[in-house]
């Protein structure tokens, strides 16, 4: 498996990461070399089996439609949720201003 | 079949149009967190430590908001999932804490359905129309970006982060803007019975994307394009009319149509080219690993299905059967505030084809002049069927019955109430009748003499003359007996 | 007497209960050990108010004659991946610099609850991404054990649970959470001579524990022995209404249950582990396993799990996708680091934020993850991948037919030297090659130390069980233990 270096700034770009050229370039065949052993999967024969879903058989519990039954999954804690925030104004998280 | 069509330079173009309606569930809560859904609250305050994606949170779904979405697939006779799960859709945008959003793609909670619409719905004659759904899932909405307050900053409040909507997608049978119009009221109708939407487009509670394209009669779909977040029906009206138009002048000029985001702009009623988004097509949607398997068992689907009221169309029907006309049985199931008014009133007994004139004519009329909506009209059912009543009882008559209203309108009181107070009992009082007759035949003897005479057309007039003698109360139907004998007696003396 | 920090788990509970020494005596005892071994880098932060708390608290109990709390007077330490109150949390990563939660997880909380201690954050693999602790941001943690060849070369504590490791091993606190998402609590519990369990999937509350890969991260201890291992996981483990994929069970008495008589048991030995080039101490350490267990009543029978080589592969699928999204939420705008070049607009804060916080290790498998998830390679990587999972479980369900339990060695190898693969990825992930396909399959299992390789290094023999098994698990650990008879320990260099 080969991977070039606009693939992998490609990848980056979709991940967000920002990449020199130098280490796009470093990285491609070091990405090449895990995704062709990896593609090592592509030999077996999984005619007719089912992904995996849940490792336990277990299905998807539902809770009840109430605010703030548990504070640590409820809302009202505005000081808690900017806590860290590496730029919070007025309430609001601040990020560098968005032309949509 | 629609016959919209455009008039283009080379000939007459369709348009094919589908809907992506996102609707927001009604819930107190939350789809994957505790944290409240109320609309207008101060910034960041409707926010958990789930919803700003904080390290190491996990979403727990809410039950109330899979089970409106199961309800809204019933009431569009959609086949039910069972088996669903819900899919990460990735993209970095500052509006979405997580990174991405939780949606469904691959096995969503509802699959076909249909919407039945009528091309005209003031016409009951009209041409009906059966429109696709294609699916409903649930997926989590995102917060909003304030661009206005800051001059080099934009502000993020998460309190919409995490609002559970439906997603409720339409096949591509829409063929006119009329047809897109009345799909959508009919889809906000739909959501208002089944209470699983609110329905108010103003306060973002329902948006649609808009999926238009254009192409000569019996040639392949077109290249479509998408507008966005459009937030009435007025506006998504506009964008099908615009787009379509568009898309025209650019086949007929030798170009072609690109598959775009579109964003419309009311002010000057056109759509134009979002700046595409860097990468924006590949979402690389994967199951979420924090969520299992959405399985839905029979208990579920059957309290589901128990709980869901009587939709329009069902409604219309009964309505009609119950001797009401097909025009006022739609305009009365149309909305289910207006549809629950009458359905209390009939409950009080009335007749149901008097109940249905009075109600769209005089109440409907009423709410109009008064600028109110009948989720807080002053009249309550149980008022209006004892204004009912007293019309059937021969107490009131229709023009009395309307003053008796006014009063009831402006005063809240009850019917009754403002016939004693007021005084304006119908009298079928014979005896006062006729001596006000003998009064108007007198102070008109050439009237008298010229209907005698063969002018039949001025009976009309002395019925008049004698009810706004007898200041409206006097029964018209024992007026016109009465006067018809006095008129008619003459003669034969 | 023997000194407070050479006591374990089950000794200090018992100590303090019995009133043979102070809750705050053995506090502090090791919050002096945590304070002179900073050359082992295990901590990230230290926390001796909250351990003297619990202990003031403990004492104070029992001097009022109330019961002790399950944990009351114990003393641990918490992998840095558990969200603890006021207290930095970064999972060793740079981009979390800076990031105080307010929020404490449930693992830890159920630890406190229980009346325990923290004597600290420990250090790992960033984001829980490594086999060795090479890839924290805060450093390398070091091995309290060295070879018995002379040299001083510095060796890997194992990954990511290093820091837990390390400092269980070097008796810097008797016990210590991990957290395994394809052997980070089994390996660096091989690599350094102490026992540790994962349970299975779902037995503990991932909320609050910063996400590596949803579909296989499960809390679990570590601690220099079984009962120790099962005194805290029964702590730690139990049903959280907060995580979707808890599971809604009771949680067993371990402790109580523990014995080590195997009458009945069936072992199975998958024949699919001889893996070329293992060494041949840890071939002979695991036939002594079998051994010992046969000794202690169990039968041996040889099972097949056919798609084991697939594991490996299909993790790093599976492990890099999930991470690739679960880290997406690092962005550089409610927590975190933040670099923003001069000019840059949102995309160009996320990318510089995400490139500057994150290390290299970390930043390759979301590459990874996010290349195997993107358009046109979803069906032939990830679909597949969770395709050869399904093979992989059906693998181990077919064994459970003939067997109750597993043996295996618990990595291919005795710790290596902190250099030693680091240049290479793929002969870092082959360390993983035994612990991976349980991980898939979501079992209990656990390392348990056999046997000092010709180095003096520790080796560790696995056991995985039967869904909920843990009580399994832990017996045949126990037996292994009582006949291993591990008493070997680092000198203290440090």
Not at chain 3, 302 to 316: F, I
Request: hydrophobic fraction near 40%; proline fraction near 5%.
């Amino acid at each position: 498996m080969s991977v070039d270096t606009a693939t992998v700034k490609r990848i980056a770009s979709l991940a967000r990461i920002a990449i020199t050229d130098e280490d796009a370039a470093r990285m491609a065949p070091e990405l090449g070399n895990i995704l062709g052993w990896i593609e090592m999967l592509g030999e077996v024969d999984t005619t007719g089996v089912e992904p995996m879903t849940a490792v336990i058989p277990n299905t998807l519990r539902l809770r009840d439609d109430v605010v703030n039954a548990d504070p640590l999954t409820g809302g009202n804690i505005r000081e808690q949720v900017l806590a860290n925030a590496p730029v919070a104004e007025h309430g609001f998280f601040a990020v560098p201003k968005v032309i949509e | 079949m629609s016959d919209y069509r455009i008039q283009g330079e080379t000939g007459e173009w369709e348009v094919v149009v589908g809907l992506e309606v996102h609707a927001q569930v009604t819930s107190n809560a939350k789809l994957f967190s505790g944290a409240a859904t109320a609309f207008g609250a101060e910034p960041n305050t409707q926010v958990s430590l789930v919803d700003a994606a904080m390290p190491g949170m996990l979403p727990v779904p809410n039950r109330e908001c899979i089970r409106q979405a199961v309800r809204t697939g019933m009431a569009i006779e959609a086949q039910i999932n069972k088996w669903s799960r819900f899919d990460r859709k990735n993209y970095f945008y500052a509006d979405l804490p997580q990174g991405y959003q939780i949606s469904q793609l691959y096995h969503p909670i509802v699959g076909e359905g249909a919407i039945d619409i009528s091309l005209d719905e003031k016409n009951p004659d009209a041409t009906g129309k059966r429109i696709g759904v294609e699916r409903i899932h649930v997926e989590q909405d995102a917060g909003k970006l304030m661009h206005d307050q800051h001059p080099t900053q934009s502000y993020v409040d998460l309190n919409r982060s995490g609002v559970a909507l439906m997603e409720i997608v339409s096949k591509p049978d829409l063929a006119s803007p009329a047809e897109t119009g009345a799909y959508l009221r009919k889809l906000r109708s739909i959501l208002r019975y089944v209470g699983s939407c609110d329905g108010n487009m103003e306060e973002g509670s329902m948006r649609a994307d808009v999926n238009v394209s254009v192409r000569k009669p019996g040639d392949e779909l077109g290249t479509r394009t998408e507008t966005k977040n459009v937030n009435s029906v007025r506006f998504v009206m506009a964008v099908v009319e615009q787009e379509a138009k568009r898309q025209v002048e650019v086949l007929e000029a030798g170009g072609k149509i690109v598959q775009e985001t579109r964003l419309y702009d009311p002010d000057r009623n056109e759509t134009r080219s979002m700046r595409s988004k860097e990468d924006a097509h590949d979402y690389r949607y994967f199951p979420d690993p924090d969520l299992l398997p959405l399985v839905l068992d029979d208990a579920f689907l059957a309290e589901c299905r128990a709980s869901l009221p009587e939709l329009p169309d069902a409604k219309r029907a009964r309505y009609e059967a119950l001797g009401i006309a097909p025009y006022q049985a739609t305009v009365l199931t149309a909305e289910v505030e207006a549809a629950r008014w009458f359905d209390a009133l009939l409950d009080a007994g009335v007749k149901p084809a008097a109940a249905a004139n009075w109600t769209t004519s005089e109440l409907f009329g009423a709410l109009n002049r008064t600028g109110r909506d009948i989720g807080n009209s002053p009249v309550s059912p149980a008022q209006a069927a004892e204004l009912l009543g007293l019309i059937a009882d021969g107490t009131l008559s229709g023009s009395l019955a309307k003053q008796v209203f006014e009063v009831m309108l402006e005063t809240g009181d009850g019917a009754a109430k403002v016939v004693e107070d007021r005084g304006l009992k119908q009298t079928s009082d014979t005896g006062a009748i006729e001596a006000v007759i003998a009064e108007v035949m007198a102070a008109n003897a050439d009237k008298v003499a010229d209907y005698r005479g063969g002018k039949d057309k001025l009976f009309g007039f002395f019925v008049g003359q004698t009810m706004k003698a007898m200041g409206g109360k006097a029964n018209p139907a024992v007026v016109n007996e009465l006067l018809k004998t006095a008129l008619g007696e003459s003669v034969a003396s | 007497m023997t000194e407070l920090t050479d006591l374990g788990v089950a000794g200090i509970r018992d100590g303090v209960r019995d009133g043979s020494f102070t809750a705050r005596e053995v506090a502090d005892a090791f919050i002096v050990k945590v304070s002179q071994a900073k050359a082992l880098n295990a901590f990230l932060v230290e926390t001796p108010e909250h351990a003297i708390a619990a202990a003031t608290a403990a004492d104070t109990a029992r001097e009022a004659g109330e019961t002790l709390k399950p944990l009351a007077g114990v003393p641990i330490g918490m992998k840095d991946l558990f969200c603890t109150k006021g207290v930095a949390t970064t999972a060793a990563s740079h981009i979390l610099e800076g990031f105080t939660p307010t929020y404490e997880s449930t693992v830890s909380q159920n630890l406190w609850d229980a009346g325990a201690g923290m004597l600290g954050k420990l250090n790992m693999d960033q984001f829980a991404m490594g086999s060795s602790n090479e890839t924290s941001a805060f450093g390398n943690v070091i091995s309290p054990w060295k070879r018995n060849d002379g040299g001083n070369a510095s060796l890997a504590p194992g990954g990511s649970s290093g820091g837990s490791s390390s400092a269980v091993a070097a008796r810097l606190c008797p016990g210590a959470t991990g957290t395994d998402t394809g052997g980070s609590i089994r390996q660096p519990a091989a690599f350094t001579g102490i026992s540790g369990i994962k349970p299975t999937y779902g037995r503990c509350s991932r909320w609050g524990t910063i996400a590596f890969a949803s579909s296989l991260d499960q809390a679990g201890p570590m601690a220099r022995d079984v009962k120790d291992c099962a005194i805290l996981l029964e702590a730690m483990a139990g049903f959280d209404a907060k995580d979707g994929t808890s599971l809604q069970l009771d949680v067993p008495k371990w402790e109580a249950g523990l014995s080590a008589n195997l009458n009945g048991l069936r072992v199975g030995i998958p024949k699919e582990y001889r893996v070329d080039g293992m060494p041949e101490e840890i071939e002979a350490l695991w036939q002594q396993g079998i051994d010992w267990l046969k000794d202690a009543g169990a039968t041996i029978v040889e099972v097949s799990l056919p798609h084991t080589k697939y594991a490996l592969p299909a993790y790093y699928i599976i492990a890099p996708a999930e991470a690739s999204s679960n880290l997406a939420r690092y962005d550089g705008v409610r927590y975190g680091i933040r670099d923003l070049p001069t000019g840059a607009g949102l995309q160009d804060m996320y990318a510089a934020t995400r490139a500057d916080g994150f290390g290299p290790e970390v930043k390759r498998r979301i590459m990874i993850g996010t290349y195997v998830l993107s358009a046109g390679f979803y069906d032939a990587y990830y679909t597949q991948a969770q395709k050869v999972r399904t093979l992989i479980a059906r693998d181990f369900e077919k064994a459970w037919e003939t067997c109750d339990v597993l043996l295996t060695p618990t990595a291919p190898s005795a710790a290596f030297a902190l250099g030693e693969k680091s240049a290479d990825p793929i002969a870092m992930y082959l360390n993983d090659v035994f612990t991976v396909p349980s991980s898939l399959a979501g079992l209990p299992a656990m390392s348990v130390p056999g046997g000092l390789d010709k180095q003096g290094l520790p080796l560790g023999l696995q056991i995985i069980g039967k869904p909920l098994d843990e009580q399994g698990v832990l017996n045949a650990g126990l037996a292994i233990e009582q006949r291993a008879g591990f008493t070997a320990r680092p000198e203290a260099w440090w």
